[in-house]
């Protein structure tokens, strides 16, 4: 079984696919051609899986960082003779730049070895497992390297030393003396395109891993411009967001892994290389801030496109879909991985996908709002954003998109009083959770606002009507005098950390005294001696108890930032940031004794979280101008906080 840690691993993207990278040197995850593909690498869930390593022999100290603004992973081994710098990489197409990062990316994994010190003795360790592990192909030797096929794909490793085949592994060694280098390439074709993978040169690598470079640093160039605390942070977050995200359509994954555990040993293990409709607003916030609009405003087409057509006959909204808007995502187990430090089941696909979680609705088009510049108006659109097929001529919406979303929030009018499986995706019985309420509420507000550009002034009467009926159901039926808090379901007297939205989404000003009360009950009730937040501690229809949620404590600091605390707030903030890894990496959950990271790596919610509290401390420190000051979804849309 893998006991690596999870925070020994680095991320390499070329926003199609994901890459693990130990601190040994060893590739132990990645999927071709898509992030949610079967695995070729996948050692991490399982001894036999699969595995690249380059690694110096004899190393004493390893040192690693991405190169500036970049996603270009350089490790640095020490050794009593020498040291030798290797570069990790997933290529981007060639003359990516700015908003073409990602085109056409050629499904091509580089790692050069450079010899910076001394003379250092470079092993190789090559075994190929497609399929989660299930196939072992046999290797045969070419000019350059190595080629292996399966019943659908072509994997070719290009290689300037010998190696040694037995005979589905591959290994070697080889001498570097100061300033000589060796270029290493995996390379991922299809069967039935002949040619598309191939041997590559040492001078083919080296400039594509220079031209991926210079596209990560254009990208960066063009769209960070945060500028307040934690300045770095900020922006490796926008670039792990990027990171990602399926270039074809804009998608951005929850995670680049599946299994990677809630609870050691225990089964919370699930699969999140999907795209979920409840992240919209969140990762819309933080791309507007960590990067720019125009990612923003990619995430939201492909969401509203997936999602389109999922309310037809009366049905739920989908929650969640694959990077290619796919929507069935059955769940299934694989039994010949073990997991992560003997988590299991491993599983592929998601079985919450058919679930019920009327959250969706708010979430939805409080992410229409935040974007609503962009979206009524296509001169500003990137991306498959741009497509004009999609869209009518500004201001106008195309016809179907605007029942789509004038459709959304009858749907949230209409099923609000329904349980549902709430936002931390229950797997017991349903219930009535405040959460989903309260983004029934957001949905109808938001609704309300854009009623003009949606030609939905008909309907503005009632849909406040039904706004002013959840309001009083939360305000009465949500809050518990025992508790001295809201809390999580209605009649209950457990703590939910979803509750810290109320005052982030406008349902109630910050500084109101249940607010601050609800706030103060989840820092002082809901946290472990770290006063990291948990989600919530009642059951949930799992066994085992979960980790802290990094999310949920970036919450807490973002509801004490925006209630005026932002000394508290920088507290907690700092609490989280202590378990960001050595490249700046967060996953889902922290295990509240070890302190070990958990849950799947990295996590775009972590991240998300991280940009969204930064950007409400800066605001409240007055440190920081928005990007998008003057944009109407900057603010709650009556402009204040209602009472």
Request: aromatic share 8%.
């Amino acid at each position: 079984m893998s006991t690596t840690p999870i925070a020994d691993y680095a991320l390499l993207s070329d926003r199609h696919s994901a890459a693990l990278v130990s601190r040994d040197g060893s590739i132990d995850w990645l999927c071709f051609p898509r992030f949610d593909s079967p695995s070729i690498f996948a050692r991490l869930l399982g001894d036999e899986a699969g595995h690249w390593s380059v690694r110096a022999v004899g190393a004493t100290q390893v040192t690693r960082r991405y190169l500036d603004r970049t996603m270009v992973l350089e490790t640095t081994f020490s050794t009593p003779s020498g040291s030798v710098a290797v570069t990790d990489a997933l290529a981007m197409g060639e003359g990516n730049r700015g908003h073409k990062l990602g085109n056409d990316a050629p499904h091509l994994l580089l790692r050069r070895a450079m010899c910076v010190e001394g003379e250092v003795e470079l092993a190789l360790e090559y075994v190929l497992r497609p399929g989660y592990g299930q196939v072992s192909p046999h290797l045969d030797a070419v000019d350059g390297g190595l080629t292996a096929s399966t019943s659908t794909d072509v994997l070719v490793l290009s290689s300037p030393m010998p190696l040694t085949i037995d005979p589905s592994v591959a290994s070697g060694r080889l001498q570097l003396h100061h300033g000589e280098s060796a270029g290493f390439a995996v390379h991922y074709g299809n069967r039935d395109d002949t040619g598309s993978a191939r041997v590559w040169s040492q001078s083919e690598i080296d400039a594509r891993l220079r031209d991926t470079v210079s596209a990560w640093e254009s990208w960066s160039e063009l769209h960070q411009a945060y500028e307040g605390p934690w300045k770095d942070l900020v922006h490796h977050s926008g670039r792990v967001l990027q990171s990602l995200s399926f270039s074809p359509t804009g998608a951005i994954c929850a995670a680049a892994t599946t299994s990677l555990p809630e609870v050691v040993g225990g089964p919370r293990n699930w699969d999140y290389r999907y795209a979920w409709v409840r992240d919209a607003s969140f990762t819309i916030q933080a791309l507007w801030v960590a990067a720019c609009p125009d990612e923003a405003n990619e995430f939201f087409n492909y969401v509203t496109t997936s999602a389109a057509g999922s309310l037809d006959r009366g049905g739920d909204l989908q929650i969640m879909f694959g990077v290619g808007g796919e929507r069935n995502l059955t769940e299934r187990e694989l039994p010949n991985l073990e997991g992560w430090r003997d988590s299991a089941p491993v599983r592929v696909g998601n079985g919450a996908w058919n679930q019920r979680q009327l959250d969706v609705y708010g979430e939805l088009l409080g992410a229409v709002y935040r974007l609503s510049d962009h979206v009524f108006d296509k001169t500003s659109r990137v991306g498959p954003a741009a497509d004009p097929d999609k869209w009518g001529a500004p201001p106008a919406l195309a016809p179907a998109t605007r029942r789509f979303f004038v459709e959304l929030a009858d749907t949230a009018a209409r099923r609000w009083q329904e349980q549902d499986q709430g936002i931390w995706e229950i797997r017991g019985e349903p219930r009535d959770f405040l959460y989903s309420k309260l983004m029934c509420w957001v949905a109808l507000d938001r609704a309300v606002a854009l009623a003009d550009p949606l030609d939905a002034s008909d309907r503005v009467e009632a849909w406040k009507q039904t706004q002013a009926r959840i309001r009083e159901a939360i305000l009465t039926k949500g809050w518990s005098d025992r508790a001295n808090a809201f809390t999580q379901s209605f009649g209950s007297d457990e703590l939910d950390a979803s509750n810290l939205m109320l005052p982030l989404v406008g349902f109630l000003p910050a500084d109101e005294p249940r607010v601050l009360s609800t706030i103060k009950a989840t820092e002082e009730r809901l946290t472990d001696k770290r006063g990291l937040v948990y989600r919530y501690r009642s059951q949930d229809g799992l066994e085992g108890e979960e980790g802290t949620f990094l999310l949920c404590t970036f919450w807490l600091a973002q509801a004490l930032a925006s209630s005026g605390q932002a000394a508290r707030a920088r507290t907690v903030f700092e609490r989280a940031l202590a378990f960001v890894n050595d490249v700046g990496l967060l996953s889902e959950e922290i295990d509240p004794v070890s302190g070990e990271l958990l849950g799947n790596f990295p996590q775009a919610f972590s991240h998300t979280g991280l940009v969204n509290a930064a950007w409400a401390i800066s605001q409240t420190e007055g440190s920081q101008k928005s990007p998008a000051e003057d944009a109407p979804g900057a603010s709650h849309p009556s402009g204040q906080s209602p009472a």
